[in-house]
C-alpha cells in the first residue's frame, strides 16, 4: 500500500481534500465502466476523446508545429468510499525548534494486483473521467514511458451521498458556463488537437473564408466570432462531413492536385464557381443575405448535398468545373422539377401559396426534409440532363 498525504479543505460544513498522486495509480482503482455504458452520476464515456487526451499526454499532437506539452493542470474530482477513505493521525511537527502537534489526513492506495483486487468500485470519478482513463493500462499510449514522472491534481470527496455526487457533477458540469463547441473547435485547431476528417474540413473553411472572391468570405464564424446572419464553422464542417463534400475532395481534388495547398487552392475556386453560380441564377448575395432560404444554414444544407452529384456528372461529361459550365448544369432546374425559375428551388422565398410550393417551403424547415428534397431533386435533374444530351447526339 502507498501512503498518499492530503490536504483538508472546509466549505460550509463540508469537508474535502486536494491531493497529489499519479493518474495511472488512480486510473488502476477506477469504479469500471465500459465505453458508452450508461452510469447513475455520470454522462457515458467515449473511447475516441480518451484516445485524444492519451495521445496529447504522450506529446503525439503538435502545438504550432511542436510537440505538445501534454499537461493536464485541471484537477478531476473523484469520491472514495469503503476500506479506501480519508484516514487521520496526530503527527508532531517541529518548527524552528517548537514542536506542536496537528492533524495529518491520507489515503492508502493499493498498488499490487492482489491489493487492487480488495478495493475494486471503491474510487468513483465524479468529473473528469476521460482524463482520468486516458491513463488507464488499456489506453495510456505505449510511448508514454512507466518511469515518466507525472502528478496531477485531485479533489477527493470521502464517502458523500449519490445526492451530493449527483450535485457535484451538475455543479460542474451544467451549472458553469459552457464552451461552445465552436470556441472549442478553434482551441483544438490551436492546440493541434483536431484530427483526420476533422482538421481538414476545417482548412478547407478557413481558406474558403479568407478569399475575397469567395462568397462566403468573412461569412463563417469561427471561434468565438459573431456574425450577422453567419454559419458556425462546426454547422458547415458537418454538413461538409455528412453530405459528400469532404468525401469529393479526397477522391477528385487530392488525387488531381496531390500537393496539400494546391490541393486546397483549387478545391476553393471549384467551391466559389458553384455557389456563385446559384447567386446568379437565383439573384441572391451571400455576402449580403436577405430572408431567402438558400442563403440560410438550410439553404447550404441543400446546396452541398447536390454539389458532389453535379461536380461528378461535369467531370464524366468532360466539362471543367467552371463557372459557366455549373451555370449551364443548374439552368436544367425549372424545366426538370417544372419549376418557374431556378430561385423557386427554394419555394418559400417566392411568396406562392400553391400545393407543391408550400410542401418545398416545408421542407427546408427540418434537415431530414431537406436532405430528401435534395436527393429527389438531383436525380430528376440528371435525368432530365442525360435524356436531354442523348435527344442533342441524336
Known sequence: MKKIIVKKIKQKDIDFYSMVADPRLVAKLRRKYIAGEKQDVQRPWIEKKVGEISEYVA??????????????????????????????EDITINTNGETKKEKQYYIMFPETPEEISKHENELEIIDGQHRIIAFDIDYIDPTFSNDTIYEMNFSVFNNIS???????????????????????R????????????????????????????????????????????????????????????KRFYDSKVIPAYPD?????????????????????????????????????????RYLMYVFPEI??????????????????????????????????????????NTGDAVERGLAFRGEGATIALAKKDIQVVLGYVSNEQIGGLL
Do not use: H
Open 59 to 88: 506529446g503525439k499532437t503538435k502545438v504550432e508545429g511542436k510537440k505538445s506539452l501534454g499537461l493536464i493542470p485541471n484537477s478531476p474530482i473523484i469520491n472514495v468510499k469503503g476500506g479506501l477513505k480519508v484516514q487521520c
Open 162 to 184: 449519490d445526492n451530493q455526487r449527483k450535485e457535484l457533477f451538475m455543479v460542474t458540469n451544467e451549472k458553469q458556463d459552457k464552451v461552445a463547441t465552436n470556441l472549442l
Open 186 to 245: 478553434y482551441i483544438k485547431k490551436s492546440l493541434g488537437l483536431l484530427v483526420g476528417d476533422d482538421e481538414i474540413t476545417y482548412d478547407l473553411l478557413e481558406a474558403i473564408n479568407r478569399e475575397s472572391s469567395s462568397p462566403l468570405y468573412q461569412r463563417i464564424m469561427f471561434g468565438a466570432d459573431k456574425i450577422k446572419k453567419g454559419y458556425q464553422e462546426t454547422q458547415v464542417s458537418k454538413i461538409f462531413k455528412l453530405y459528400g463534400v
Open 260 to 300: 496539400p495547398k494546391d490541393a486546397i487552392n483549387n478545391f476553393v475556386t471549384i467551391f466559389n464557381n458553384y455557389l456563385s453560380s446559384w447567386e446568379e441564377l437565383s439573384n441572391v448575395s451571400f455576402q449580403q443575405p436577405g430572408s431567402d432560404t438558400i442563403t440560410k444554414i438550410s439553404g447550404l
Open 311 to 352: 461536380c461528378e456528372n461535369l467531370i464524366n461529361n468532360k466539362q471543367k468545373l467552371l463557372k459557366e459550365n455549373f451555370k449551364s448544369f443548374l439552368s436544367n432546374y425549372p424545366a426538370a422539377l417544372g419549376l418557374e425559375n431556378i430561385k423557386c428551388v427554394f419555394c418559400d422565398d417566392v411568396g406562392e
